[in-house]
């Protein structure tokens, strides 16, 4: 059992900006934190950062790459460790503050902070291996002709200040710890986060943790900032300011957008990594609906509305031929729909946002209202719902392919087999795209999943979106609109790709090249070279 | 000794768009390519593509992606050794007429056709090797707690069709099927090129000899294309449509951010990689300077003017400590420059710029002429400069960080480290750095050094930045505004990268997964499978 909040709380809700390691309020405007599932107002008053204070967090970050960046993997490691056991060191209080500002279950915040200590200790990990940097090596040939061929090695190096923009949906493992700025501090960038306004204590717990873990490694001041501010001016200051050099969002397809239309106006554009929209179609192939009608509705029941349907990969769309057994999926599901009980929504921006796209969706001519959670909602609760829509209505109306955000997903019924591809083609990058099917529907609807993978970051076979693992061949991240730059993921070791770049040393004396690049290969990290991969010395 | 040009050209210049296997001329502009050593037409009618020849061009490579992309990576690799097959079989007329449309000396062409041919087959043999796909698998752990561990499998997959800017300068290797247009198509994506106006003869043969190559080899209709137009109007159209992919480009800054902006504001924003600007520092330190002032100016007066100047990591800034061997070193330097003979550059554009560039450099406060090459100049010829200024002089003037393309060098006198190392500070994104240095001076200067890492792709020691080596470790872009993306090079095998995204497979049927996923690795290529690197079967 939790003991009450006011016994276990040793932190106090102060408020305000982790500026490297010092904690500023100069600003005169604040923002109040707020329970969705109570509408009451919770402790702490979050100073907005003014202009100076962002100028001195940038400034500080800057300093502080030049040291950082020359930490050593294994100190880097420590550091990443250490945040883990900080966070884990919060206790009951960062579970209780994450749960009543977000109304998900302390269950689920649970879950989520393993995942979050998960994925900072797998990059720990990543660094110790240390192959992730892609050294290659290209040895001389000075007798060569006509030209001799000089000694060139390459390996990644960080980028410099990143930006990283908490998302709402996981107040830790996408947020002020959360995947974007475990990614970029393994890299060797500072890391500025821009503190989420339905989640601030959440923030300020998680950023006094990094912070303490940074001081007991001996991090430089600065290699970590937490800043509060209303999200589009502290955003769009943070986007352009000259010292920033990458940036991490995960939000809405406008959001993500606005931020990236800035980084590219700057004098120097740099990169916005963000993860955006997705309706994450699910194909049900025939041979497949005709054996597990039921069981596949009962499946999807679950994926739709879990989490309140708060997920990036929530299934919005599932896609099959029209049949007696689409018929029976769809009763079946209806069922299941009904009987799921309404619950409160993120805040009240995202509640309103699906009170709004699903009436919109419903709207829409043709299609059909199959099936809604029974009961009266309050405090921001989301009503489970599921639509129908013919092919033919489908590729009519592309408002049917914007993003219903919460526990809403469309049966689109196709008239025949290139109608369903047709359906597929229309379609915009998607971070997944899900197959149910039988060996045979595989071999004989090979062209389908094709499309499916042509368009998604991921191809699932007979499964569920919803559940994205931490691993090293995880891609989250798609075509556009679902990532501004489907070449990376935002999940996952790869996740570290982003705040790189190359760097060649040609005919670099020895005492100079970095540990990765010297002969002896002290971290014995694996190498391309002369075009063989191995990892020992030259 | 070559034939005279009407003997040994088989190929009628036609002056035809290269849609797919079709030539195609609808419209009514055209061009005329110039010889710029002579000011003369050369033949062919150039004839501009029209809306709807760039329509049927985009529809057609789409289509030819659906194909190509399941082509192996044998058959492709068979595919770009044909190309380079059939543009040595194009013999003496290519030369001839490259050499003719840019002034480039017929040795140079016939050493770039070396170099073009070279990098197509190592491409190939990249392609044959196969691990450059970064297969990554995570097997399944169906008895995990709390929830089963799906199996997940990774690799790169080509993103579609490319546009390739041909770049003027290199009118083979930067070309038509230059390291762009064999990267693009290693990765598996149909290419379009915008040939280059001032070599639109070249462009032509190459192309023909791609689409002899691609039939030979079994390609789809529309793998490639060359079409000819007015750079703006033909470049904006092609990086707009909304069937484009990818854009490669290599050129000037305003012409790199005009497109860059363009595939920006699209309804789907699309890369573009643009390698542009750069005035590749070469900072002398004082041990190596004082050892070896008359040699290394004498290696600097080779390297300024190599090629007239034409290269993009051309040395265009030389810093060094001002003391007496500084004055030795500008005394000899200046003594080569003055002898070195005018020679005209690719074409009446790039000799304008040379010498509003050079006009604007030499009126700025403070900028010294050290030594101009003595004699008329006639036939667009780069008259090759050497100016001087004091470090205060260069930090006051950001028109000193512009690039002066052609044979022109800025030597910037520094009264001491500290300003040295605030002028290499001051300075934005670089393709390559130099540092001419002892060993001492390596350890005595390492801050400088760092810097120089910083703002740069390649950082050489004590060579020359001129000459870029086609290999596995090289890279071939820097940070802004050297390349809009310094995460990706122009140069060498790893540019097949910026044509390809990571696409994930989970639970994937053996059946469907491609070859380098598969249990049993039929191609034998490296992967990390459950964060072990090895090439054999699971």
Redesign the interface.
């Known amino acids: 059992m939790l003991l009450p909040l006011f016994l276990i709380n040793p932190f106090n809700m102060h408020g305000k900006n982790q500026i490297g390691f010092a904690l500023s309020s100069n600003g005169e405007l604040m923002q109040k934190a707020v329970n969705p599932a109570t509408g009451q107002f919770l402790s702490g008053d979050f100073i907005n950062a003014t202009d100076e204070e962002i100028e001195l967090t940038m400034e500080r970050a800057t300093a502080a790459f030049a040291v950082y960046n020359k930490k050593s993997a294994e100190e880097k490691a420590l550091f990443l460790e250490a945040i883990a056991d900080e966070i884990l060191a919060l206790g009951d209080a960062l579970v209780r503050r994450a749960s009543s500002e977000t109304a998900l279950p302390e269950a689920r915040i649970i879950?989520e902070r393993g995942r979050t200590m998960g994925q900072l200790k797998a990059f720990a990990?990543h660094l110790r291996?240390g192959?992730w940097k892609e050294a290659?090596?290209?040895l001389a040939q000075p007798d060569r002709q006509?030209?001799p061929?000089?000694d060139?090695?390459?390996m990644l190096?960080p980028?410099g200040p990143v930006v990283v923009f908490a998302a709402s949906n996981f107040p830790l493992a996408f947020s002020t710890a959360g995947g974007d700025t475990a990614s970029a501090l393994a890299a060797g960038n500072p890391v500025i986060v821009k503190a989420h306004g339905a989640h601030l204590g959440t923030s300020q717990l998680v950023a006094d943790a990094i912070c303490r873990a940074a001081k007991k490694t001996g991090m430089p001041d600065g290699v970590f900032s937490n800043l509060n501010g209303k999200g589009y001016q502290l955003g769009t200051a943070l986007v352009k300011h000259p010292k920033t050099k990458s940036v991490a969002f995960t939000g809405s397809l406008s959001g993500g957008m606005a931020l990236?239309?800035t980084a590219?106006e700057r004098a120097?554009?740099?990169?916005v990594f963000a993860e955006m929209g997705s309706i994450n179609p699910v194909v049900m192939l025939p041979k497949k609906m005709d054996a597990e009608a039921v069981q596949l509705a009962d499946v999807y029941a679950g994926s739709i509305t879990l989490g309140v349907g708060q997920f990036c990969t929530n299934p919005g769309l599932i896609v099959a031929l029209d049949s007696p057994s689409l018929n029976d999926f769809i009763a079946q599901l209806s069922l299941s729909i009904k009987k799921i009980l309404p619950a409160s929504m993120l805040n009240e921006n995202v509640y309103k946002g699906y009170v709004a796209a699903r009436e919109t969706a419903l709207a829409q001519s043709g299609v059909t209202l199959e099936a809604e959670a029974e009961g009266d909602t309050v405090n921001f609760e989301g009503r489970p719902t599921v639509t129908s829509v013919s092919g033919e209505g489908f590729l009519k109306n592309t408002t049917l392919q914007e993003e219903v955000f919460g526990p809403y997903s469309l049966v689109i019924r196709c008239s025949n087999k290139e109608e369903l591809l047709e359906v597929l083609q229309s379609m915009?990058g998607q971070l997944t795209s899900t197959v149910m099917a039988t060996?045979a529907d595989?071999?004989e609807h090979?062209a389908v999943?094709e499309q499916l993978?042509n368009i998604?970051?991921?191809?699932?076979?007979?499964?569920v979106p919803t559940?994205v693992?931490v691993?090293?061949?995880?891609?989250h991240g798609g075509?556009?609109?679902a990532s501004?730059?489907?070449?990376?993921?935002s999940v996952g070791t790869?996740a570290i790709l982003r705040f790189?770049?190359?760097?060649?040393?040609?005919?670099?004396?020895q005492?100079?090249l970095p540990e990765e690049l010297k002969d002896n290969n002290p971290l014995q990290v694996?190498r391309?070279v002369d075009?063989v991969?191995n990892?020992g010395p030259i």
């Open positions: 879950g990990s291996e192959s290659r090596i290209d006509p030209l061929k000089p060139i090695r390459k190096v980028v990236h239309k590219q120097e554009p740099i990169p915009g060996e595989v071999a090979a999943i993978g998604s970051g991921r191809l699932i076979f007979n499964g559940g693992e691993c090293s061949a995880m891609q075509p556009f609109p501004t730059d489907g070449r990376f993921t790869d790189v770049r190359p760097l060649s040393y040609q005919n670099c004396p005492s100079f694996w391309v075009g991969r990892n």
